[in-house]
């Protein structure tokens, strides 16, 4: 397996972290939970968050099972409104593919990261990598420390 930018800098900061690998034609990050056989609250999807205004896009980080509320989030930032970015927009914004998209791959990029309050309560999460096909089982104080999340209240339970 070819090491992505993610896994180069976890290794750079000599941080632990398991590569897991998953079908390229899956997006979901439910159906992602189910494939590693770990519940969906561990996984973590990074979306991808446009503002109104002038400013930089948002990353957010959201466990699977969780929706983000865009009226939480801009109350977070002080923004009046927000809106998710197209799977193009996102695409062109990060230059990785939608399923692909990781925070430690688009450090430096001009992204501002949030992450949902839910993550703190983890010891690990899976997350991105950068490419899709693959995933990261990453210690979750490390990977907030690197990728300098804000930790934000943004989505709610959809169930």
């Not at 998953?22 to 189910?34: G, I, W």
């Not at 695409?91 to 593919?97: A, D, N, R």
Request: overall charge positive.
């Amino acid at each position: 397996m070819e090491k992505t930018l993610a896994m180069k800098l976890l290794e750079q900061k000599k941080v632990p972290y398991e590569a897991v690998t998953y079908p390229t034609s899956e997006r979901d990050a439910e159906k992602l939970a189910v494939l590693f056989g770990v519940d969906a609250a561990i996984v973590y999807k990074t979306l991808v968050v446009l503002r109104l205004t002038r400013g930089k896009p948002l990353l957010v980080l959201v466990a699977a099972d969780r929706q983000l509320d865009l009226k939480l989030l801009a109350k977070a930032i002080g923004e009046k409104k927000l809106r998710m970015a197209k799977h193009t927009e996102a695409e062109k914004l990060t230059g990785l593919q939608v399923g692909g998209i990781s925070p430690l791959a688009l450090l430096n990029k001009g992204f501002q990261l949030l992450a949902d309050t839910p993550i703190e309560q983890h010891s690990h999460v899976y997350v991105s990598s950068g490419k899709r096909g693959i995933n990261l089982r990453v210690p979750v104080p490390a990977l907030l420390a690197i990728i300098n999340a804000r930790i934000v209240s943004v989505t709610v339970d959809p169930s």
